[in-house]
């Protein structure tokens, strides 16, 4: 069913081809002189076609790439390109699959990863490609054999609408008319990778047809990661001397593994391993335009669209069960049928007088735990008739059940001791029947309906257009999670057989949310460049935004959402003391048939308490709305102070343009977002302490993808953009161009974790970025040539507290347990395992220095050859957001005295690993050699020196350490969690790889 789509298309597209190319009629060839005309080719402004700039009235650093330079590119991905070709780019490589890597421009990313802030919006022929939940980037979508061009605007665009924070990337499809022919191809190699491409253009002179498809399919240079993408384009045109139409449609289906970082350790023993797997994304997608071009004369022209786009993602991700460190034994510990009283006494009884199947004992609770007094029945006697009888709750002449375990200690050896200062508190741990794994399943489907009218003057001294456009997002999310285990190769299944029964979520899935989310924005857009002289071009432009965002959401809250070990199946104890069904004696069973400890929580908490209800949603939905509006300008100049001067520098272009852009926040950040209302932790206790709405008992949880809940209002990010910069040509037609820009964002928000299982978005304040770009480019003889360069300063600005476990600088004394909170419900100082992030701290993530050049050589007319090389400097990682975390360090703990008199530092863990990913540089060769006219076959090899590094990565844990104290299990899982060692977790580079193909174009 998923491919069903891609297949017809597919076959009309073939048939259509084979139609539509067959040999033209015999007619005469008339060969005409080449004139080659000198000039610029112009810039398209906006998501949308109608108004046409040339590079030197465009007051910003617009960087473009055509179709023929991404053939060339020879590339895998748009990440691949754009990080090789253009100035401010790097990639980093969080999956482990080319198709899924975060792009950063400017230190803003664009990113398929929810959670990932995002701040670039992505166009393609005019349909934002930012989905509506999260504002992700799915690039594995986007075919590239389709591609006519692309175009990065630099700064907050406000033409560009929402989302666009730092930039925006304008993508444009081929056509029939443009491009008339056909060009097929083949690549394999390296991985197993097979690569097949074909794409064909034709037209009459007035309709037009232009058809594209691409399927990929190889192993992964890591271990099981394989993908295969699908992906099928189909564009038509009609075109007259008034009008133009055109209809397109785009549909892909693709399955891709990518499986994540690693820690450091583990990829210097074997690089192409696995940390778990597996981590799979299946993405869907059809996309449908209708446009169009009304011409009135010349200058004027009316254009419009309406689109429709339906995606879905479905993912199954395999990892380690962090909360396993919180695995006591306990009431998940399993029980011998031994179970026995104290010599002589019988077992205890209890009345249920309203037969509801819970002992009246706990008809009366307090929120805090503590049974009220006067409302616990005794234990019944045999022969005691006076079931009402108030006296203490454990009658001496009677007892509960109890039993041996099967196990000889807790299923994680630390419990009990978490300093690992008392071995003989950390045992091995218990490995048969413990779950060690995580399985996560997410369901998310989109569907945005969208149009846009567009008025344009093309004039001599104006450029302008006004417009507006509507776009409306709706969409579903549904997750759920599964205890696991892992095998030999590190992934991640469940078999319920394997699993001890007692733990609910092996055998079942447990569901964290369900959730529905609209949006809609209207907007208004004008620009105008206006250029009293032929060297001076002014611009002013503006944009009006209203948007609504809709959420339907049910959660769990805090009291019910347990660790994934903590839902347990009460019927899978051993019964312990006996209920008797009314109030006479006669009619209690004579075998025990209740577990006071275990089916407390779940029969007394449960039905006492609306806000309890373990591994269950809340009872009620919950429905927001948020409403946003903003205007959004910008000005700016571009100068050509020399243009009418017959001197070399006469195309010197200095330009500077300030412009001002807005992100309304997305439905799954206002659905997590953090809400620091002050209430009561505990509601109905006088003597509870205040904390922020999300920590409280009534409080929503999160644990993102996994879970959302109905929270509060997020003010959305406004961010300011300067930039300076000056571009020109020296030694003919070498061109260069150098600037400095800055981009202030206001209100920025960034996920923030607060335990390890529940994470919140959160405002925090300003963050920055600023930098430096310079290129040079150029042809002389056989040499083609090109170098870019960026430094990117990307900074926090404001002061702000995040969780980070495995930071050495984390807070770590006993008193830092409980925080206080100051009005805005945040931290006043770190708690435990919490760290200190103050303005100046650098992002995670961007690289200072990114330098890429690529040398071609035409060595003969059929033979040409090339080097690119890519470098980055270092980048600090995820977790260390306070640019504190110090390898070799120690993690101490404040803990109780063995003499009971005082606490003492203990030293624990040490941090073996740095709180960054170093620079690297690695080089890639190509050729390519015509054999005959159309015909050409072509060599790659990436990474020519087998260069190992990173690109990515964050602050982890790894439980696949060596054993001091712990039982290692098949998988290498070491079952005492003081045993596991901090690590770097970083997304590994791919390793030296080979390909050849050959491409045939008629």
Known sequence: MRSRHFFILLSSQLAWSSCCFAAPPETSIIELETVVVEGQAPTKIGPMEGLQLNKEQIPGNVQSITSEEIRESMSTSLGDMMNSRLQSVNVNDYQGNPFQMDITYRGFSASPQIGSPQGLSVFLDGVRVNEPFGDVVNWDLIPMNALSGMDIFPGSNPLFGLNTLGGALALRTKNGFDDAGVNAGFQGGSWDRKKGELSAGWNNGKLGAFMAFTGFDEEGWRDNSPSQVMQGFARFDWREDKFSLRFSTLVVSNTLLGNGLIPTDLYKQHPEAVFTSPDSTENELQQYNLGGELFFNDEWSLTGQIYRRDSSRNSVAGDIYEDFRDMSGGLEDPLNTDGNTRTGQPICRYQDANLDGIPDYGLDVDFDGIIDSGTLNAPLNPGDENFLAEVPPMDPDCDQLSYTRVSNGPRNGAFGDQSNQRPDLSPSGWIDGTPIGVLSQTAIGQLTDGGSLQLNWNGNQHKFMVGGSIDSAHTDFDTSQRLGLIDATHRVYNDPSQIDPVFTAGREDIHNNAFAGQSTTFSGYFNETYSPWDNLHLSLAGRFNQTRVKNNMKARTRAGFQNLHEILDTNQFRPTVIVCPGTDPSSCPAAANYNIQ????????????????????????????????????????????????????????????????????????????????????????????????????????????????????????????????????????????????????????????????????????????????????????????????????????????????????????????????GQDGRPLEPAVDMIQVNPGDRIPGVPLHNINA?????????????????????????????????????????????????????????????????????????????????????????????????????????????????????????????????????????????????????
């Open 598 to 821: 275990a089916n407390w929580m779940r029969d007394v908490f449960e039905s006492q308490n609306p806000y309890y209800g373990i591994g269950k949603y809340s009872e009620t939905p919950t429905s927001e709305t948020f409403d946003y509006s903003s205007f959004n300008p910008s000005v700016g100049f571009s100068y050509l102070p020399f243009k009418e001067l017959d001197v070399p520098y006469k195309d010197l272009n200095l330009f500077f343009n300030w412009s001002q852009g807005t992100r309304t926040p997305s439905s799954v950040e206002l659905g997590c977002a953090f809400d620091g209302t002050l209430v009561p932790e505990n509601p109905g206790d006088p003597n509870s302490p205040l904390a922020p709405k999300s920590f409280s008992t009534i409080g929503g949880s999160c644990t993102l993808p996994t879970t959302l809940s109905g929270d509060p209002f997020l003010p959305q990010i406004f961010a300011n953009s300067y930039e300076f910069g000056l571009r020109g040509k020296v030694f003919g037609d070498w061109e260069w161009n150098a600037g400095v820009y800055r981009t202030d964002l206001k209100d920025d928000i960034y996920l923030v974790g607060i335990t390890a299982n529940r994470s919140f978005f959160d405002s925090i304040g300003d963050t920055r970025r600023q930098g430096i770009e310079f290129g040079f480019s150029g042809k002389a003889g056989i040499v083609d040539f090109r170098v870019n360069y960026g430094y990117t300063e990307a900074t926090f600005q404001s002061p702000w507290i995040m969780l980070s476990p495995h930071n050495s600088s984390a807070e770590n004394r006993v008193n830092s347990f409980f925080p206080s909170y």
């Open 854 to 1002: 690529t040398l071609n050589l035409h060595l003969t007319q059929q033979w040409e050859f090339g080097v690119t090389m890519v470098a980055h400097s270092s980048s600090f990682v995820r977790g260390n957001e306070n640019n504190e975390h110090t390898q070799g360090a120690f993690n101490y703990r404040e803990q109780s005295n063995l003499t009971g008199d005082g606490y003492v530092m203990v030293q624990g863990r040490q941090f073996k690993d740095a709180g960054t990913v170093p620079g690297y540089a690695i080089f890639n060769l190509k050729s390519r050699y015509e054999v005959f006219k159309g015909f050409s076959v072509f060599g790659l090899v990436n990474n020519i020196f087998d260069r190992r590094y990173a690109s990515a990565g964050r602050l982890g844990i790894n439980p696949f350490s060596p054993s001091e104290l712990g039982t290692i299990g098949p998988s290498g899982w070491n079952y005492n969690s003081n045993d596991w060692q901090s690590s770097t977790l970083i997304g590994p580079g791919a390793p030296r790889a080979y390909w050849v193909g050959m491409e045939y174009r008629f």
